[in-house]
């Protein structure tokens, strides 16, 4: 973080949501943006419209079809990442995986 606590590397309105992060420049934060009704983004509740991103974690048995979906809805997710929120196929999993592709010079990779 600098010192205006803000996270090294995110962008100056948001950070997307990332599949796979594969530069020093992306950064993965889970939040909210709102959007106004030109499409800006927003932090005045009173001027939000519309949500252009929202990719918190949702809880444990959330789906789609959830009553409360239209308000709380996952949003700028790209569909194609397939286990946001699913888990051996199944939503509502609270769970995301982001992947990371980073040059390792001729080095091998060590995980546990």
Do not use: W
């Not at 909210?32 to 800006?40: E, H, Q, S, T």
């Not at 700028?76 to 769970?95: A, K, L, M, Q, R």
Request: proline letters at 7%.
């Amino acid at each position: 973080m600098d010192s205006e606590y803000e996270v090294f590397g995110q962008n100056l309105t948001y950070e997307p949501h990332y599949q796979v992060i594969n530069s020093p420049e992306q950064v993965q934060i889970y939040e909210m943006v709102m959007g106004d009704v030109n499409g800006n983004v927003t932090t005045v509740l009173e001027r939000a419209d519309h949500p252009i991103k929202d990719n918190r974690l949702p809880p444990l048995g959330f789906s789609k079809s959830h009553p409360t979906y239209d308000t709380v809805l996952v949003a700028g997710v790209d569909p194609s990442d397939t286990d946001f929120n699913h888990e051996n196929g199944t939503e509502g999993s609270g769970t995301d995986v982001v992947f990371f592709h980073v040059p390792m010079n001729g080095e091998k990779a060590f995980c546990t």
